[in-house]
């Protein structure tokens, strides 16, 4: 009968793990008769991935990127002369720690950044079996800030007119430049319709994803926020006081601290003049997630299901592991 293993995981506030933060948990594994192993070890991983291709119709070309973010290892298995290990169950407390500045979880089509426990059960033979057992655990990273807030910009609009000035002026003010998942960005502004149009103010969120190769060329995925929009009217010879909400759905994150891909997020501000004129548009950049000076309460329960999967890692990854350290395990049968 093979290793049988699980990886139970103590839970943290949100289902999350947080970057500079512990990584807590036990592996319970089993062995039904004397076994000989070379090594058993359980490791922290972290890795980042992008690739797309592009093509000009004659030729396509590929790009990518990789990087590590955490690669650590514990040795579960003590020193012993014949490494045999008695059938019976084992116990094995681990305690790894993620480092400050890596990029949160996440998976697209173009790129993947992930964070995986992973059991390893080399077997002391000539030829090496060996048994890989993996949980994912989703990592949440606190995230810089990169402009001052209050935030103050603004746009104008002059269209061609013989007999009189004709401009569109805003003058806005965002009340923060971070928000946390779920909050709301509050923008204020002072518009001067000196034109003899109907015109309408927009506001809207959008995402920018940013893919890097290791050749430094780069891919843009830019979308709006759905359920972002606010629309409001204003109408000619008039001086207008507004004020918009932008709503952070609690989906929404900003990816940092990593060179495969940057993940960030801008407030579209459109002056939206009817036919034939031209819309007049700013983009104002935020971040979004949680700082490091605001961090909330922690609490773990170890969770009581175990998550254990047979990993399917690619074999240049064997003997990546560093970070050797020795802990206690315990003989529970």
Request: aromatic share 10%; hydrophobic share 30%.
């Amino acid at each position: 009968m093979p290793v049988l293993c699980q990886i139970y995981l103590e839970k943290t506030r949100d289902g999350v793990h947080r970057s500079g933060e512990p990584v807590r948990g036990t592996l319970i594994y089993s062995v039904d008769k004397p076994t000989k192993f070379e090594s058993i070890h359980v490791k922290l991983l972290g890795k980042g991935k992008c690739s797309w291709s592009e093509s000009d119709g004659d030729n396509t070309t590929h790009y990518s990127n990789k990087e590590e973010y955490v690669n650590q290892s514990c040795n579960v298995l003590h020193s012993t002369t014949d490494k045999k290990l008695p059938a019976g169950k084992y116990e094995f407390p681990f305690h790894f720690v993620l480092p400050n500045e890596i990029p949160a979880s996440m998976k697209n089509k173009t790129c993947t950044i992930e964070y995986k426990i992973i059991a390893e059960f080399i077997k002391a033979k000539f030829f090496s079996a060996t048994s890989k057992f993996t949980t994912e655990i989703p990592v949440y990273s606190y995230v810089s800030r990169t402009s001052v807030e209050p935030l103050h910009f603004g746009l104008q609009k002059e269209l061609f007119s013989l007999t009189s000035n004709n401009k569109v002026i805003v003058k806005a003010v965002l009340d923060k430049t971070v928000a946390s998942p779920g909050q709301n960005l509050t923008l204020k502004m002072t518009v001067n319709n000196d034109t003899g149009l109907v015109i309408t103010i927009k506001t809207q969120l959008y995402r920018y994803f940013t893919y890097i190769s290791s050749s430094k060329s780069k891919r843009v995925d830019k979308e709006s926020v759905k359920e972002t929009t606010s629309v409001k009217t204003l109408k000619e010879r008039s001086v207008s006081n507004l004020m918009f909400t932008v709503p952070i759905l609690p989906s929404l994150y900003s990816i940092q601290h990593t060179k495969v891909m940057t993940g960030e997020y801008r407030v579209k501000v459109t002056a939206d003049l009817p036919f034939p004129h031209i819309n007049e548009v700013v983009e104002v950049p935020v971040v979004i997630g949680e700082t490091r000076d605001r961090p909330g309460p922690e609490v773990r329960v170890l969770d009581n299901k175990p998550s254990s999967s047979k990993d399917r890692y690619e074999k240049e990854d064997k003997g990546e592991w560093n970070g050797d350290d020795n802990w206690d395990k315990l003989h529970i049968s």
